[in-house]
């Protein structure tokens, strides 16, 4: 089996082109994606405030990251709600602030809510300042700045519409969807090679060799595994440690979590070169399959925000949502074993059925 | 007599259909056994049915009397295969496919790499062996698509028309290997082609397959003699005549009749005085004798004779 599977490496050694050409598509389109889509909504703002007032609140509005806040006079910023160019304007006063909303801004409410927060903050920190004796003025000032910078402790909320408490992180939607979706490709080049020398016989050769044919499908499988692994390994690696995305403490359980998937799109491979009886045909076959599994899947958009029943009812059938699930649940949403134990078992339960079916197709098309 | 290989109605069927009928063989240790029959006559099947790659519908495969259907095991270790295909790595070097065809026998590492010298040697790569294979002349994928069969030094060698779409050259370097190989180390050879002179050349014994039967068996002379008391006739015309060939199909005396262009050969009966009816009818269509030449029937004229088509149409 070694003897396969070093062979195997040694092919790989004279044409990486491929598999280092995929590796760099995911990670510049990762990259774009990531960066393209994260779609800040414009603000105008104008205010009455002193503009020490005004940058306290400024610094506050800043950390909101899906706005964006330009400042205006208060004729300029009315003007741009009038013609469309933004959907809401913020008037700054001294004792509270005011929206300029055009009709179809829905998130008025949420940003009311950002601002009240904000508002309330600053005011309670002014009343504290204020109300406190002028030689200690300073003193309270830095001990308040400190409190706000590290708090005792935090109290975390989820937005009411959001059931499952699901969040969202652009980056890392990119980063696995498209990495989930290309490592497809890689693997069904991996798979390929049985194809390939069951067209050139080196197959028979192989079969009627001293080595067992388990250990020979166990090689080439063991060679696919390891070439879509180690992409995936590779590029979540490149985006944690060179670009710097996060993943919430998930990384090394996401090159854990990531397993299973792999396992799923082996198998499903061998399903298809059971299916296909060229390499040309199997690569059909792959190219035609990948696409809608990942559109399926929620590689390209997320999957809570698509209404059709018929899409989610399909969706329940792509290895990709639950392997999305897996990685999501070890991230951004800080899932429980027991949730990722769904994802895991549907993966291993697909990987079972499409690895039996294939290999038992494949034996009998040996026969004819 | 006891056969080490011996195949016992050996039957495949696809589609209800028996792309390989009841055949029986045997091949003793050390001889060239041919398998001839023109392109879908059932070789390849029967082939991979002997090699134990696919399971026949009915009959048997016995090794030392034993079968081999369900213990394929004993019958691959004393086995070599050459495919039709060139079954290579096309991107590895001669010697890497030496080397990985010879590791999944489980040889030892020495004896290995002695082989691989020796086996390079003898198809004549030693040269070219770190040139990968993709950019070898199609003589050269030949020789060594042989030689990956022959490095764990099998008692028993199958061929499966080892010389297609080859040059000449390469082809009777081939046949010489095989010839050589069969001498040297007493390896059995079961050889399939449907060029009649590679098996006349190669084989002590021959069995004639068409449509997935086996329709005649023995020596070379033992076929021959199956049309002992005719002769074939070879004419050389002047041009192509289609009524010349039309008048000869009717006349009783001839039989066999095969026209190719300008040439035509038919078979007579030993003691007939032929010549002067084919005189008189090239003097009827107008067409010139420029020769003709009597020889002793080949198998392609057994072959015609069998089936009344010519091996390679």
Same mark, same amino acid.
């Given at each position: 089996?070694?003897?396969?599977?070093?062979?195997?490496?040694?092919?790989?050694?004279?044409?990486?082109?491929?598999?280092?050409?995929?590796?760099?598509?995911?990670?510049?389109?990762?990259?774009?994606?990531?960066?393209?889509?994260?779609?800040?909504?414009?603000?105008?703002?104008?205010?009455?405030?002193?503009?020490?007032?005004?940058?306290?609140?400024?610094?506050?509005?800043?950390?909101?990251?899906?706005?964006?806040?330009?400042?205006?006079?208060?004729?300029?910023?009315?003007?741009?709600?009038?013609?469309?160019?933004?959907?809401?304007?913020?008037?700054?006063?001294?004792?509270?602030?005011?929206?300029?909303?055009?009709?179809?801004?829905?998130?008025?409410?949420?940003?009311?809510?950002?601002?009240?927060?904000?508002?309330?903050?600053?005011?309670?920190?002014?009343?504290?300042?204020?109300?406190?004796?002028?030689?200690?003025?300073?003193?309270?000032?830095?001990?308040?700045?400190?409190?706000?910078?590290?708090?005792?402790?935090?109290?975390?909320?989820?937005?009411?519409?959001?059931?499952?408490?699901?969040?969202?992180?652009?980056?890392?939607?990119?980063?696995?969807?498209?990495?989930?979706?290309?490592?497809?490709?890689?693997?069904?080049?991996? +798979?390929?090679?049985?194809?390939?020398?069951?067209?050139?016989?080196?197959?028979?050769?192989?079969?009627?060799?001293?080595?067992?044919?388990?250990?020979?499908?166990?090689?080439?499988?063991?060679?696919?595994?390891?070439?879509?692994?180690?992409?995936?390994?590779?590029?979540?690696?490149?985006?944690?440690?060179?670009?710097?995305?996060?993943?919430?403490?998930?990384?090394?359980?996401?090159?854990?979590?990531?397993?299973?998937?792999?396992?799923?799109?082996?198998?499903?491979?061998?399903?298809?070169?059971?299916?296909?009886?060229?390499?040309?045909?199997?690569?059909?076959?792959?190219?035609?399959?990948? +696409?809608?599994?990942?559109?399926?899947?929620?590689?390209?958009?997320?999957?809570?925000?698509?209404?059709?029943?018929?899409?989610?009812?399909?969706?329940?059938?792509?290895?990709?949502?639950?392997?999305?699930?897996?990685?999501?649940?070890?991230?951004?949403?800080?899932?429980?074993?027991?949730?990722?134990?769904?994802?895991?078992?549907?993966?291993?339960?697909?990987? +079972?059925?499409?690895?039996?079916?294939?290999?038992?197709?494949?034996?009998?098309?040996?026969?004819? | 007599?006891?056969?080490?290989?011996?195949?016992?109605?050996?039957?495949?069927?696809?589609?209800?259909?028996?792309?390989?009928?009841?055949?029986?063989?045997?091949?003793?240790?050390?001889?060239?056994?041919?398998?001839?029959?023109?392109?879908?006559?059932?070789?390849?099947?029967?082939?991979?049915?002997?090699?134990?790659?696919?399971?026949?519908?009915?009959?048997?495969?016995?090794?030392?009397?034993?079968?081999?259907?369900?213990?394929?095991?004993?019958?691959?270790?004393?086995?070599?295969?050459?495919?039709?295909?060139?079954?290579?790595?096309?991107?590895?070097?001669?010697?890497?496919?030496?080397?990985?065809?010879?590791?999944?026998?489980?040889?030892?590492?020495?004896?290995?790499?002695?082989?691989?010298?020796?086996?390079?040697?003898?198809?004549?790569?030693?040269?070219?062996?770190?040139?990968?294979?993709?950019?070898?002349?199609?003589?050269?994928?030949?020789?060594?698509?042989?030689?990956?069969?022959?490095?764990?030094?099998?008692?028993?060698?199958?061929?499966?028309?080892?010389?297609?779409?080859?040059?000449?050259?390469?082809?009777?370097?081939?046949?010489?290997?095989?010839?050589?190989?069969?001498?040297?180390?007493?390896?059995?050879?079961?050889?399939?082609?449907?060029?009649?002179?590679?098996?006349?050349?190669?084989?002590?014994?021959?069995?004639?397959?068409?449509?997935?039967?086996?329709?005649?068996?023995?020596?070379?002379?033992?076929?021959?003699?199956?049309?002992?008391?005719?002769?074939?006739?070879?004419?050389?015309?002047?041009?192509?005549?289609?009524?010349?060939?039309?008048?000869?199909?009717?006349?009783?005396?001839?039989?066999?009749?095969?026209?190719?262009?300008?040439?035509?050969?038919?078979?007579?009966?030993?003691?007939?005085?032929?010549?002067?009816?084919?005189?008189?009818?090239?003097?009827?269509?107008?067409?010139?004798?420029?020769?003709?030449?009597?020889?002793?029937?080949?198998?392609?004229?057994?072959?015609?004779?069998?089936?009344?088509?010519?091996?390679?149409?």
């Amino acid at each position: 089996m070694m003897n396969i599977l070093k062979t195997k490496f040694l092919l790989f050694r004279r044409k990486p082109a491929a598999y280092i050409i995929t590796t760099i598509i995911i990670c510049v389109f990762t990259y774009l994606m990531g960066q393209g889509q994260v779609t800040k909504e414009p603000i105008a703002l104008f205010s009455t405030l002193n503009n020490e007032q005004q940058s306290v609140i400024m610094k506050e509005l800043k950390k909101l990251s899906q706005y964006d806040f330009t400042v205006y006079e208060e004729d300029e910023a009315i003007k741009q709600v009038k013609d469309g160019k933004v959907d809401v304007a913020i008037s700054l006063k001294d004792d509270g602030y005011k929206l300029i909303v055009a009709p179809d801004f829905m998130n008025a409410p949420m940003l009311g809510n950002e601002l009240n927060t904000i508002y309330s903050q600053v005011l309670l920190k002014n009343a504290i300042i204020q109300s406190s004796p002028d030689e200690q003025k300073e003193q309270i000032t830095s001990k308040i700045v400190k409190i706000q910078d590290d708090p005792s402790f935090n109290i975390g909320y989820k937005n009411l519409g959001n059931e499952n408490g699901l969040k969202f992180d652009q980056k890392l939607r990119s980063l696995f969807g498209f990495t989930l979706f290309m490592v497809i490709y890689t693997i069904a080049s991996g +798979v390929n090679h049985i194809v390939m020398e069951r067209r050139d016989r080196i197959w028979e050769r192989i079969t009627v060799s001293a080595i067992p044919k388990w250990k020979a499908y166990l090689a080439n499988l063991t060679y696919s595994f390891l070439l879509g692994y180690l992409q995936i390994a590779l590029v979540l690696s490149i985006f944690y440690f060179a670009v710097g995305v996060d993943f919430y403490g998930g990384y090394w359980k996401s090159l854990i979590v990531v397993i299973p998937y792999v396992l799923c799109i082996v198998s499903l491979s061998i399903f298809i070169a059971a299916i296909a009886n060229t390499p040309g045909k199997f690569n059909a076959f792959m190219t035609v399959l990948a +696409v809608p599994l990942a559109m399926l899947g929620g590689a390209y958009w997320p999957l809570e925000i698509v209404t059709s029943k018929i899409m989610l009812a399909l969706s329940k059938i792509s290895p990709i949502k639950y392997g999305m699930d897996l990685l999501n649940g070890v991230t951004v949403n800080s899932s429980s074993i027991t949730d990722l134990l769904f994802p895991f078992s549907i993966l291993m339960f697909m990987t +079972v059925i499409f690895m039996g079916i294939g290999i038992n197709v494949l034996e009998k098309k040996e026969q004819i | 007599m006891e056969f080490m290989i011996e195949v016992v109605d050996l039957t495949k069927t696809y589609k209800k259909v028996n792309v390989v009928d009841h055949v029986n063989l045997y091949i003793e240790p050390g001889e060239i056994v041919g398998l001839l029959g023109p392109n879908g006559a059932g070789k390849s099947t029967a082939i991979a049915m002997i090699s134990t790659l696919i399971k026949p519908s009915k009959g048997d495969v016995l090794l030392n009397q034993k079968s081999v259907i369900n213990d394929q095991g004993s019958l691959r270790e004393v086995l070599g295969v050459v495919p039709q295909e060139i079954a290579l790595y096309s991107d590895l070097t001669a010697r890497e496919n030496l080397h990985f065809f010879g590791s999944i026998h489980k040889m030892p590492k020495d004896k290995l790499k002695e082989r691989i010298e020796i086996v390079l040697q003898e198809i004549g790569l030693q040269d070219e062996n770190k040139k990968l294979v993709k950019h070898y002349s199609g003589g050269m994928k030949r020789r060594l698509n042989i030689g990956v069969a022959l490095l764990h030094e099998p008692e028993y060698l199958i061929m499966d028309e080892p010389t297609v779409g080859i040059d000449p050259q390469s082809r009777n370097h081939i046949l010489e290997t095989v010839k050589k190989l069969n001498e040297r180390s007493n390896t059995a050879i079961i050889y399939t082609s449907h060029y009649m002179e590679e098996v006349e050349f190669l084989c002590n014994r021959i069995y004639i397959i068409d449509k997935g039967r086996v329709i005649a068996s023995g020596t070379k002379d033992e076929i021959k003699s199956i049309l002992s008391s005719e002769k074939t006739i070879r004419l050389k015309l002047e041009k192509p005549s289609k009524k010349l060939v039309e008048d000869l199909t009717l006349n009783p005396m001839l039989s066999n009749i095969l026209a190719k262009d300008a040439e035509i050969s038919l078979t007579v009966a030993k003691d007939t005085n032929f010549l002067p009816m084919i005189l008189k009818l090239c003097d009827q269509h107008h067409v010139a004798l420029n020769s003709f030449q009597i020889e002793e029937p080949s198998l392609e004229d057994v072959f015609l004779h069998l089936t009344g088509r010519a091996l390679r149409n």
